[in-house]
């Protein structure tokens, strides 16, 4: 079955940038998105069809992708970011089910 | 204002019939994709199933076909997921969510979840 890999936890001091990457074979041609969920919280989607970002949501939040691995960066971090972030795709074909990355847990140092 | 909102925490033991509801407001119900998506004790997110409600077309991932029910009443917006038998692997938060307008496989609108226990 198809697979996103993200790393388990990235650690970032305030004010500083974090990256968070997701890599998938199929990324070249499926759209990925990215969400974020607090504890007890249902996610919140930050970042749709790779780089489009929702209204509501932060300026410092933002999306890229390139060849297989789509990033997402969050400039000027706040304590408020530490979170859990999920990547979400398909595979080539682009039928369900859709598949989530194992997720990252930022820290804010 | 788009809103779903699901049914309470339920607490049932091995064996047992279950049926989570998630009532969906504030657009047509008829006309988006709608799924459930497993959140299991300090775990990832994993897609159960998904359905059109506009003709109950419903897709499940290959771990849950057959061993979950996914439904839809558009007379009353409301989707569902329901499970024949509990086991206490099926322990976990379930999340609804609806999908993005369109040729997209993502999700723009997530329920606030319904924590389901199994345990004797």
């Known amino acids: 079955s198809y697979e996103l890999t993200q790393p388990p936890s990235v650690s970032v001091s305030p004010g500083q940038t974090a990256r968070i990457t997701c890599s998938g074979d199929a990324l070249p041609k499926q759209y990925t998105y990215w969400y974020q969920q607090k504890p007890g919280q249902a996610p919140v989607v930050l970042i749709y069809n790779d780089t489009k970002r929702p209204s509501e949501i932060p300026e410092r939040f933002s999306g890229s992708s390139s060849g297989t691995t789509a990033t997402l960066t969050i400039s000027g971090v706040q304590a408020e970011d530490e979170a859990d972030y999920y990547c979400?795709?398909?595979?080539?074909?682009?039928?369900?089910?859709?598949?989530f990355g194992g997720g990252t847990k930022v820290t804010v140092l | 204002e788009v809103q779903l909102v699901q049914s309470g925490a339920e607490v049932r033991k091995p064996g047992e019939s279950l049926k989570i509801s998630c009532k969906a407001s504030?657009?047509?119900?008829?006309?988006?994709?709608i799924g459930w998506v497993r959140q299991m004790p300090g775990k990832g997110l994993e897609w159960v199933g998904i359905?059109?409600?506009?003709?109950?077309?419903?897709r499940y991932s290959p771990s849950y076909q057959g061993q979950v029910t996914i439904s839809a009443d558009k007379s009353i917006n409301t989707a569902y997921l329901q499970w024949d038998s509990l086991k206490a692997s099926d322990t976990s938060m379930y999340f609804c969510?609806?999908?993005?307008?369109?040729?997209?496989?993502?999700?723009?609108?997530w329920g606030q979840g319904t924590l389901v226990t199994v345990s004797t």
């Open positions: 359905i059109y409600p506009g003709d109950s077309d419903a």
């Open positions: 979400h795709s398909a595979d080539h074909s682009g039928s369900f089910p859709w598949v």
């Open positions: 969510a609806r999908r993005f307008d369109g040729p997209s496989t993502g999700v723009d609108f």
């Open positions: 504030g657009y047509s119900f008829t006309t988006y994709w």
